[in-house]
């Protein structure tokens, strides 16, 4: 696990990284996949999308690109300013560190 700030870091783009791609791709792909395909009548997702002038968000379409970009921007701040720190509070109300009688750890 990350033990400094730099290491913190490097592992929540990472974890954005893989979570916004595969939520990204889901979304379109399964969630919406079929409904896309049936409402511009092309044969694959990736067409319709084009076909559709992209994904709305925002009011608008957007090209794919765009929309993993926003929600990486997104979910990278979220990470970094809420999740990482909020996580730890948490961990830390539960488990005190300077008593090792805790069950969690024996």
């Given at each position: 696990m990350p033990r400094t700030q730099f290491q913190r870091m490097i592992f929540a783009l990472l974890t954005v990284i893989i979570t916004v791609h595969g939520y990204v791709f889901y979304s379109l792909y399964v969630v919406n996949g079929n409904t896309l395909m049936e409402i511009t009548?092309?044969?694959?997702?990736?067409?319709?999308?084009?076909?559709?002038?992209?994904?709305?968000?925002?009011g608008s379409m957007l090209p794919i690109w765009a929309v993993v970009l926003i929600e990486f921007c997104l979910a990278y701040s979220l990470e970094c300013l809420l999740g990482s720190p909020m996580s730890l509070k948490l961990v830390f109300r539960i488990f005190d560190p300077q008593k090792i009688d805790n069950p969690i750890v024996s």
């Open positions: 009548g092309e044969s694959s997702v990736l067409r319709a999308i084009h076909a559709q002038g992209g994904v709305y968000m925002f």
